[in-house]
């Protein structure tokens, strides 16, 4: 899938998408691993990550804290919206033909993924802190607490998932950054490179203009007898 071109694509239109390509490239099996994580996050706190203990009001497993379990939602939600999101620009990105434009999609995966990295480190802290902090009278009967582990776990593998995207979209803008050049070096090497063209004229003479596309300027034609002819001495008449 990768191939000679701005930003880890070729020229837009140069080859047509491959599905079987597309779904084994490792990029784009680290994005799907990511958005099954984050739907196992979310998933496992809004069906069992709340417990109700004698009244109406329901409890986060997380130590009674409901702000763990808000935040696990959130980031959850949010990577797996954000993983969608970026599977179609993956889909859509080779046949960008603008060079800004891939530039400004590899650079919104960059900070997109990187901040995901940190929020699910952030996660993963907070929500094991809390965990660790959970007495067993807060969850009679162990409520809940497998749903607390598998959400911790795919926290911290969230965490490696969002890395891996993090460092393949900066190689990207890296390998890019060099890869832009082309463009402006073909048109300017077209504009630039024209060979000086000799034009030949009579009498063996050469003029020589760097354009080869513009007409020879106007030029003399010279006689070489009349260059050759010695002048002759005039004599007085007496």
Not at 32 to 47: E, H
Not at 57 to 77: E, K, P, Q
Not at 103 to 115: E, I, N, P, W, Y
């Amino acid at each position: 899938m990768e191939s000679a071109g701005a930003y880890g694509a070729g020229r837009a239109g140069s080859t047509s998408f491959d599905p079987v390509a597309f779904f084994t490239h490792p990029r784009t099996v680290v994005r799907l691993l990511s958005w099954v994580f984050s739907m196992v996050v979310f998933s496992c706190i809004v069906n069992e990550g709340y417990i109700n203990i004698g009244s109406e009001r329901l409890l986060c497993v997380f130590n009674n804290n409901n702000d763990a379990c808000n935040y696990g939602i959130t980031v959850g939600v949010a990577s797996f919206l954000g993983s969608i999101c970026f599977l179609l620009l993956d889909v859509y990105f080779p046949s960008m033909s603008s060079v800004k434009d891939r530039r400004r999609a590899v650079l919104l995966d960059l900070v997109f993924s990187g901040l995901a990295s940190f929020l699910w480190f952030v996660g993963f802290c907070f929500l094991a802190n809390q965990w660790q902090a959970t007495t067993p009278e807060e969850l009679p009967l162990a409520q809940g607490s497998d749903a607390a582990r598998a959400t911790i776990a795919f926290c911290f593998f969230s965490i490696l998932t969002w890395a891996v995207l993090t460092l393949s979209a900066l190689r990207r803008y890296l390998s890019g950054a060099n890869m832009t050049l082309f463009t402006w070096q073909h048109m300017d090497h077209a504009h630039g490179s024209a060979r000086a063209t000799p034009y030949p004229i009579a009498n063996g003479a050469t003029i020589v203009t760097t354009n080869p596309y513009q007409a020879p300027p106007f030029t003399e034609t010279l006689d070489p007898q009349k260059l050759t002819q010695q002048p002759r001495r005039m004599t007085p008449a007496f």
